[in-house]
């Protein structure tokens, strides 16, 4: 038996190929690879003494034979193929152990594998005679497989194959993706986009429990869902994952850089309450107040630490299925596995920024930028007589920020740091508007309002203005601007444009 070795990740490399000559198996192996044997002293082969052929160009060529890829692609179940290895003194080679260099870690043309690649899909390709490992992961069963039974199962094979052809094509989308930043469409989209999503995450089930689900990410891409622990708490679910990603980069961007602690509670992906406050007991305190019917069977989510105090605070609540936060004290986790033992427990780093937003539309899909934000307090515009006051100014932030994450049409009042009324996924503008005020009640008297996109016509402000708030953030850009600043005028609303829509489907 004969293997060939040519890996750029050399994790579990010696063991393996220890391994493999302790059962007798011909090693053969390529540059760095061949090195790393030597100085682990195992014996093996170097590609030249097959080939009679000498790296060459740098080590650009250095497999690229026909007396390797001969031994690789050869269907020992075709007389016309033997023959041509006989009269060639070519020796079949059973296993083919490749990784290629990592190309995302940074690109350049000097990464650019031609010979790894080639390798791995010949040894795919010809899977009936060649097992192809790719994944060091794998090292440990393909080696136990050979001591028991000698050779690999046709399944084993496959199944490796498979990984094989996942390996070469994510290796290519990374490739397509590097020439996008510098070959794109006028407009600034890439003329394909390619994704290869690899399991991550098996979960408890889809969006409802007769789908199936599972976490998938970019290949080679973790996220800061790769880092989440899960402490207590049943399976995780898609809409488990779905709020409490939605609830974490909320709280995220109310907290920012204000130096403050943010709680947010999620249900259905919109927030139900969201509030900044100096302390976690606090602000937890402070979002639940905003809407604790809705608060039942939510997400939690805080950016800070959850002690004793806070988790006391959240046992003595509403039933939530989801808390996370930055950390989890030991106490903590008691006292909120004792109040209910299905519930999630999860410490996560702060979400990162993505890139694109991909949904499908049946058998298409739509992408698009991440949304971001754009503008800031510093450049929105006073359009009506009066100008927001500072402690307004803060509260139409918080408003604006918890809007823009909260499905279309979305209208959210916000008072002292509190996100006391969301309405959300209204046909109308008006609808979300009266939702809102009847939720925030007194509170919503001196209070600031966000609507994510503007106001078609003065009944939405109208109705923001009859419930006691007094400062409006929204884009602008209706034909009926001026209706609406008239409105605001005659009620003394301070109202501010930012020019900047945040429609969420």
């Not at 058998?363 to 402690?391: H, K, M």
Request: glycine fraction near 8%; hydrophobic fraction near 45%; proline fraction near 4%.
């Amino acid at each position: 038996m004969r293997a060939l070795l040519s890996v750029w990740d050399k994790r579990g490399l010696v063991a393996f190929a220890g391994g493999l000559a302790d059962l007798g198996v011909e090693l053969v192996a390529s540059g760095g690879t061949a090195a790393a044997l030597d100085e682990a002293g195992i014996a093996h082969r170097a590609v030249e003494d097959l080939t009679g052929w000498p790296e060459m160009l740098g080590g650009r060529v250095k497999t690229l034979h026909p007396a390797l890829h001969a031994g690789i692609l050869a269907d020992l179940d075709d007389d016309s193929h033997r023959s041509d290895l006989t009269k060639h003194d070519i020796a079949p080679i059973d296993l083919v152990v490749c990784n290629l260099y990592p190309f995302s870690s940074d690109p350049s043309i000097a990464l650019i594998d031609v010979g790894g690649p080639t390798m791995v899909r010949a040894a795919a390709k010809n899977h009936a005679h060649v097992g192809v490992v790719v994944d060091p992961a794998d090292y440990d069963s393909v080696l136990a497989e050979l001591r028991e039974a000698g050779q690999l199962c046709s399944p084993t094979r496959v199944r490796l194959a498979r990984t094989a052809f996942a390996h070469t094509a994510a290796y290519d989308a990374a490739i397509v993706e590097w020439f996008d930043t510098d070959v794109a469409r006028p407009d600034g989209l890439p003329e394909s986009v390619h994704l290869t999503l690899e399991l991550a995450q098996p979960l408890r089930y889809g969006e409802n429990p007769h789908q199936r689900g599972a976490r998938y990410r970019i290949q080679g891409h973790a996220t800061f869902w790769d880092h989440v622990v899960q402490h207590a708490g049943s399976a995780l679910s898609y809409l488990n994952l779905f709020d409490a990603d939605a609830a974490w980069r909320l709280a995220h961007e109310l907290g920012g850089d204000t130096g403050r602690v943010a709680a947010v509670i999620v249900k259905h992906a919109n927030a139900c309450g969201a509030a900044v406050a100096d302390d976690v007991a606090e602000a937890y305190r402070l979002a639940l107040g905003a809407d604790e019917l809705s608060a039942f069977g939510g997400v939690v989510a805080v950016t800070g630490e959850i002690d004793g105090v806070v988790a006391t605070a959240i046992a003595g609540g509403p039933q939530a299925d989801v808390v996370i936060a930055a950390s989890i004290t030991d106490d903590a986790r008691a006292l909120l596995v004792a109040r209910r033992k299905a519930t999630r427990l999860l410490s996560a780093p702060a979400p990162g920024e993505p890139t694109w937003s991909i949904r499908t539309i049946g058998d298409s899909a739509l992408v698009q930028d991440a949304d971001r934000f754009e503008s800031d307090p510093t450049s929105w515009e006073v359009v009506t007589s009066r100008a927001p006051t500072a402690a307004e100014l803060a509260d139409l932030v918080v408003a604006w920020r918890v809007c823009a994450r909260t499905s279309s049409n979305a209208i959210v009042i916000a008072r002292d740091g509190v996100a006391v009324g969301i309405g959300a996924g209204q046909q109308s503008r008006v609808v979300p508007a009266q939702l809102a005020a009847a939720k925030a009640g007194e509170r919503a008297k001196g209070a600031a309002a966000a609507s994510d996109a503007f106001f078609p016509f003065p009944d939405g402000l109208e109705a923001l203005a009859a419930a006691g708030v007094t400062a409006v953030v929204q884009p602008g850009g209706s034909i009926k601007d001026a209706d609406v600043i008239a409105a605001a005028d005659r009620a003394g609303i301070a109202m501010v444009f930012t020019s900047e829509r945040h429609f969420r489907h």
